[in-house]
């Protein structure tokens, strides 16, 4: 433990900030934090105005998003909730990128301020440059170029054909995104130079293989013997943005290059869809070690602590299933929680840790969260590395809901016979593979009336929501013959479809 | 070593875009909410931002996801009671149980409203869209100058009611000790050469008696000069200054006999809406008279003028009596800029008609300084309609028009006013 030396002054002793003490702040919170072995991008703090928050909060946190009604109604929702004093403003935005971009906002006191320094400039931060899904999916150093590299283009699209007509494609777009992403093969690099250069050949190249793929229909007359076997796309896709990107016969060059940003963003975000609780347990956890620090070595005064603990413990607090206020397990509480729990397992651990987790326990614990770190997604973190104890601590149970049956089930509790289910049940549900539908492009008739066949593939017999059908007429928009989705049972039997005709 | 950037100053209306591509986009469904509001709106209410309410399900962006049904396993916390094999009910909302319980809301919307504030600007440009009407607002009515005494200094001219005392006496005083000045010092210089004399002479001398008389006279002269005189007379100097009469009162008449129906009366609303707004942009303060009529006419309060329904004939003349009156008793022109606006279906008591014609062009628009008539009926005109004509013809500031349903409001409105500009 550290030595409690009080030999420091604090640095301020109002809550009152100014760019100078966040200056000084930030300097023992990155001195303390390289201590620890943080290895970050380059800070960049932006103060900003509640307005400019809600600004950004309303754009999914992107600095420059492109226009779209969508961020404009949640913006709209946002500052109605601010208004009535419903939400406070989420107080942390941070840009995976490098410089690591992280929001201060003005209205914070200082001990706020110095929390999402600690949190986002130095927790979130270094998740984003070494966690592997972040650096295998995203490029830091190139999103804000081709964030504007988007805005431009799709600015520039609506002067030249239309709000409207890009509004559409863009309605068609975001109602995929989530089916845009490549889940196994590394995306190229992204750049705005080279977007730009590209652009153009791209437009071009894109329209060809288009063309490509409707020259190369056999004649009728000779496949009407191996209908059969002709069969495109030869393999199950699973990208549909990039599929209809590519194949979709009807699209201007213009609207693929829509089709691709939408892809190319949701992509970026694909990593922190996947890494919730880990991100958010990471940067808690270190925003609470560093700022202990900071008050064990003086540098900071007991007000500054108080007003800060009761922050922390609002932003981890877990309701049980039976309060109002439960939504689902909190993935700030569940981090967070097993993030300590890991340091404590390394610390000081017992015979049920030892058991348990024999290659942790008593090991160096910066090493091991940092590996923890490094190589998980929150679905394999959970697997690995929850804990009985924490089980036990959050009380938690696992409900087994078949609509076979007239009543739920509850099938493991925090006793020793149900640490693997309730392990192994919540990081299933985790696994964004099975908390989406598995849909997949499964044939063009290529030959025929050009329609487009989507498989539903059920897992555990759940059905797809109504709203498919409203996704259905999107994906006809974008394909621009008919679109049909089948979904089909564990024996592939098509038990359900739905057709759908592009709007004239 | 971070950077630190401050960006307050940076654009904060990022989202201004959005939030127009939003508006725009849910425009009929944000007209449709904002339909409603107005017919619960008082009309002198309409300057306001407004709570919009539009159904959830329209502005929800579909996507793929799992429905309710199938077999899916999920872990709570807070266990109290349970143990494993435990079999209970499943909960009211589905199995997900993942925060799509209830959003309990203090407002009382449903949960199934997506609701949010207009601004006043962006209320008003919904509402003048809905009518069509891009511009109302940066029309002037030409205002009706009212003239007010003013002070301006004094002049040596008036009448003797605004003469000011302590302005003419200190002028008075100033004329007294002017004019004695010469005098005073001629006594002076007699009497110093009197005392001189005397040591000298005696009383007797004539020339001592000669100083003695002209003391004499110049005392006289003294005496003499007046304590006031005409031309020391000031008066207050008050001239008429030109000010626009700053308040105005706006009677809206309308029909409530059987004839008009509640779609009648909505239209009729609408257009009342759209002067107020109009006077509300001249004028500082608005009085506004609702004068009901069927057979007679009563003035009422804007409840009972939209939302009661009367039955019986129609006599319009009641109403225009009603009107006369009340100008008289309570709104004297000199103070009041008088505007009316009278709606109707047209149909009135056939020898009413004549009446009305005369009410109007006797008793009531020489004291208005506009006057506007709207027909609501889809059929043809109406009786009134052929006699208010030749009003029409005889005064510039009385308008009528037909009005057929909601979208006809604006361009009528504008036509009535561009016709009073000319």
Known sequence: MTAKIKKNLPISDTSEWTFDLIEKYHTEIERIAKNFGLSTYPVQLEIITAEQMMDAYSSVGMPLGYSHWTF?????????????????????????????????????????????????????????????????WTSADSIIDYLLFAKNYIAECEIRYGEEAVENILDSCHALKNFGVDRYKRPPKLSMQEEKNRQQEREEYLQSQVNELWRTIPDKAKNNSDEKEFRYPSEPQENILYFIEKHAPLLEPWQREIVRIVRK?????????????????????????????????????????????????????????????????????????????????????????????????????????????????????????????????????????????????????????????VRSTLSEQYNLGSIEPNIQVYSVDAKGNRSLTLRHTQHLRRPLDKSAYEVIKHVARLWGFDVKIESIDENEKIIKSYECSPPK | MAQIVDRRLNGKNKSAVNRQKFLRRFRKQIKKSIENVISERSVTDLDKGEKISIPKKDTSEPFFHHGQGGHRDIVHPGNKEFHQGDKIPRPQGGGSGQGEGSEASDSGEGEDDFVFELSREEFLQFFFEDLELPNLVKTQLSTITETRKVRAGHT??????????????????????????????????????????????????????????????????????????????????????????????????????????????????RFFMLLYLFLTRTYEKIQIVFISHHTIASEVDEETFFYSRETGGTVVSSALKLMASIIQDRYPTNDWNIYAAQASDGDNWHNDSKICVELLNKEIMPFVQYYSYIEITSDRHQNLWEEYTDIQSNWDNFAMEKIEKISDIYPVFKKLFQKHDA
Not at chain 1, 94 to 112: A, T
Not at chain 1, 279 to 288: D, I, L, R, S, V
Request: hydrophobic content about 35%.
């Open chain 1, 72 to 136: 404009g109604k949640e913006f709209v929702n946002t500052e109605k909730n601010y208004k009535r004093g419903q939400m406070g403003l989420a107080y942390e935005i941070v840009i995976n990128s490098d410089p690591c971009i992280s929001y201060l906002m003005e209205e914070n006191s200082m001990p706020m301020q110095a929390l999402v320094i600690a949190h986002a400039a130095y927790g979130h931060n270094s998740f984003f440059k070494n966690n592997y899904l972040f650096t295998t």
């Open chain 1, 265 to 421: 963003i949701a992509q970026y975000f694909y990593p922190q869809r996947q890494t919730q609780v880990m991100n958010e347990g990471w940067a808690t956890f270190w925003h609470y070690t560093i700022l202990n620090q900071l008050y064990d070595e003086g540098l900071c005064t007991e007000g500054f602590m108080i007003e800060f603990l009761q922050s922390h413990t609002n932003v981890v607090s877990q309701p049980s299933f039976d309060s109002d206020y439960y939504s689902g397990i909190n993935p700030y509480a569940l981090g967070f929680n097993m993030m300590t729990d890991i340091r404590r397992i390394c610390e000081n651990p017992d015979d049920e840790d030892r058991e348990w987790f024999p290659g942790i326990a008593g090991s160096n614990w910066i090493e091991t969260l940092d590996f923890a770190m490094r190589n998980f997604k929150d679905e394999s973190f959970i697997g690995q590395y929850l804990s009985p104890k924490l089980i036990r601590d959050f009380k938690m149970f696992a409900i087994s809901d078949d609509d076979k049956n007239r009543q739920i089930e509850v099938s493991a509790i925090h006793n020793s016979a149900g640490y693997q289910t």
């Open chain 2, 156 to 269: 040596s001219e008036g009448m003797p009611s605004n003469i000011n005392v302590v302005r003419s006496l200190t002028g008075a005083m100033g004329r007294r000790i002017a004019l004695r000045g010469p005098y005073k010092k001629e006594i002076k210089e007699i009497e110093l050469e009197l005392d001189n004399l005397l040591k000298r002479h005696n009383e007797t001398d004539p020339v001592i008696i000669n100083l003695r008389e002209r003391i004499t006279y110049l005392k006289g002269r003294i005496k003499r000069i007046p304590f006031i005189d005409s031309f020391d007379l000031r008066y207050d100097n008050r001239i008429d200054q030109p000010v626009p009469t700053t308040q105005a009162v706006m009677f809206c008449i309308m029909d409530v006999s059987g004839s008009m129906g509640r779609e009648e009366k909505d239209v009729a609303k």
